[in-house]
């Protein structure tokens, strides 16, 4: 939940801050219950490939994707450069609930939508460490983007053996290309992922 996924940022989900209370409240529920909050913080370097503006001729949205697979499939705006405003925590979002902040995306040559790995899947973020040192079996995603981060988070948490839910009042996606949120739903639905909201907490 970065300034420049919510409206008025550089790469804006549309409803991104209408989410942002009910976040506050579930992470709320789970301090209560001494359960452990995660964030997540794309930091990327000015000089990093998933932006358009560093392949010449190239436009946020257009589509493309490395050799290897680990930019792409489309190219992004400018966003969450590391030690800028943009990068940071959307004010209105509780931080302070937070136990732990993972940063990801970190390469230049690499992008990281999961919050475990980097899309290569060569190296992870220490979220499974984090996680496992805590002995934790569920997890539970919400936030943005449902279609990217979320996402990818939700498919590598089945892969990496852990319960997970998903909170889907919770996210909205960006559907780029077009049709990627249902396509990113029906996939995670097929993997066996629990499709919950925040009112299953209350
Ligand atoms: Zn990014």
Not at 74 to 90: G, M
Request: aromatic share 10%.
């Amino acid at each position: 939940m970065q300034n420049d996924f919510i409206p008025g940022g550089s790469l804006p989900v549309e409803e991104g801050d209408l989410i942002i209370e009910g976040i506050n409240l579930v992470a709320k529920i789970f301090k209560n219950k001494k359960a452990i909050v995660v964030l997540t913080q794309d930091w990327h370097p000015l000089n990093h490939l998933s932006f358009a503006s560093n392949h010449p001729g190239k436009n946020p949205g257009d589509e493309f994707t490395s050799e290897d697979g680990a930019i792409g499939p489309i190219l992004w705006p400018d966003h969450c450069v590391q030690d800028t405003e943009s990068a940071e925590f959307y004010k209105d979002l509780k931080i302070d609930l937070a136990d732990k902040i993972i940063q990801k995306g970190m390469k230049p040559n690499v992008d990281s939508y999961s919050g475990f790995q980097d899309n290569d899947k060569k190296s992870e973020t220490g979220l499974r460490k984090y996680l496992n040192s805590l002995n934790i079996k569920r997890i539970f995603i919400c936030g943005l983007a449902l279609d990217y981060c979320c996402y990818f988070t939700a498919v590598d948490g089945v892969d990496f053996g852990y319960d997970v839910y998903f909170l889907v009042d919770l996210t909205r996606g960006v559907d780029l290309p077009p049709g990627n949120i249902s396509n990113s739903l029906k996939i995670m639905k097929n993997r066996g992922i629990n499709f919950i909201n925040k009112e299953s907490f209350k």
